[in-house]
């Protein structure tokens, strides 16, 4: 399939498998997805792909791998108050080479949340990630669970 979607006009592949600390423990990611992350970018990259992957809710346990993924961009690293990493912390993992796409907690458009705090979120984000950054809405809540 690789083949077929290196030959295709496509310029960006998602691996849409919303990954999360709290069902896929690091001994499994290590085992079973590491890998595959890194023989499929290698391959995707040299059809000249942008490669990226949706990682959301609790993502701390996972991060640390972020950098030998071989990937791109994570897309929906979810930071707190919704996830239980920090802005910081993501920045960490990724470095300067990865792209952080969404990034936006979305518990922060909620009312229970004062503006302000959506506002700081979102400067401190197009501060730390200038240039590497597609900027959204991180993972999804529900709003009659948060009343």
Not at 80 to 86: A, I, S, Y
Not at 93 to 100: A, E, T
Not at 120 to 128: A, E, G, N, V
Request: net charge negative; glycine share 8%.
């Amino acid at each position: 399939m690789i083949e077929v979607i290196n030959r295709s006009p496509i310029n960006i592949i998602n691996f849409g498998d919303n990954l999360h600390g709290g069902t896929l423990p690091p001994v499994y990611f290590e085992k079973y997805v590491l890998p595959t992350y890194i023989k499929r970018c290698e391959l995707l990259h040299n059809g000249g792909k942008f490669v990226n992957a949706h990682w959301d809710g609790d993502t701390k346990t996972l991060l640390k791998y972020a950098k030998n993924c071989g990937l791109d961009a994570i897309e929906a690293i979810t930071p707190k108050p919704q996830g239980d990493v920090t802005i910081e912390e993501i920045k960490e993992n990724l470095g300067d080479d990865i792209f952080l796409i969404d990034g936006i907690s979305a518990v922060l458009f909620d009312e229970m949340y004062p503006l302000e705090e959506l506002e700081k979120q979102t400067k401190q984000l197009i501060k730390l990630f200038a240039g590497k950054l597609i900027l959204g809405i991180s993972d999804e809540y529900n709003a009659s669970l948060v009343k």
